[in-house]
């Protein structure tokens, strides 16, 4: 398998051999290796390091050039561009055996992965403690009942009434009729249970007729939703 599977913080890398790329495009790899530096020397693609191949049948190692994805496209389309085909799909299957977890091949491979796994898991437990609180919070605000105006949901968020509003406003969540005074919710976001209508009845006109007023109020799920997009914690 060509790849070079590191431990601790390296991400494991794939190659190709230019034998490989030979017999993918049913080439000799004197042709392919020629390609290669040909590239080189004009600077399309860098210069790759030699690896050990296998063995002739005098029983002679054979070097071949250790090529990236991206420089292989190169050398076979050069080569024989009709076999591109074979290459992606041979890219595909590198790329899988990359992402399978590597087996530690020895003693010190296990113990160096044993506490790279230890750091990681060490590592997820304190994002954990660290975020408990606020997920805490949000899962209260989520599950309780009422309303709040506009006002109260600025102090439980912590930022200044104005920006909220701002906010809200730039973000489709609330809007204003022109001339009119009072803020109204997007029907989206009533239609998902992030804000409400309160109606307040303000008195009787003179014909009998209530006169009713209406006050944008932020739900539990819209606070939470709120805290979420503003990147703070209630």
């Known amino acids: 398998m060509n790849t070079d599977v590191m431990l601790g913080n390296s991400a494991p890398v794939a190659w190709m051999s230019s034998q490989e790329i030979a017999d993918l495009v049913e080439s000799r790899h004197d042709s392919v290796k020629r390609t290669v530096e040909r590239l080189v020397d004009r600077g399309v693609i860098s210069q790759p390091p030699l690896v050990d191949g296998p063995r002739s049948g005098n029983g002679v190692v054979v070097q071949a050039y250790r090529i990236s994805k991206r420089d292989s496209y190169v050398v076979v389309a050069q080569l024989c561009p009709e076999f591109t085909a074979r290459l992606v799909d041979r890219w595909q299957a590198l790329e899988a055996q990359v992402m399978q977890p590597s087996v530690p091949r020895s003693l010190p491979e296990a113990l160096r992965l044993a506490a790279d796994l230890a750091e990681q898991n060490n590592t997820l437990r304190l994002v954990v403690q660290e975020q408990a609180p606020q997920v805490e919070a949000l899962a209260r605000i989520s599950a309780a009942s ?12 912590g930022v200044q009434r104005k920006a909220l509003l701002e906010w809200m406003q730039a973000n489709r969540w609330i809007y204003r009729r022109e001339g009119a005074a009072r803020w109204l919710a997007y029907q989206p976001r009533l239609q998902a249970g992030l804000l409400e209508h309160k109606v307040t009845v303000l008195g009787t006109e003179e014909d009998g007729a209530q006169r ?5 109020r932020v739900t539990p799920r819209g606070l939470t939703v709120l805290a979420q997009k503003l990147g703070r914690a209630c």
């Open 146 to 157: 009422g309303t709040l105006c506009l006002t109260d949901a600025a102090k439980h968020l």
């Open 212 to 216: 009713l007023a209406s006050q944008v």
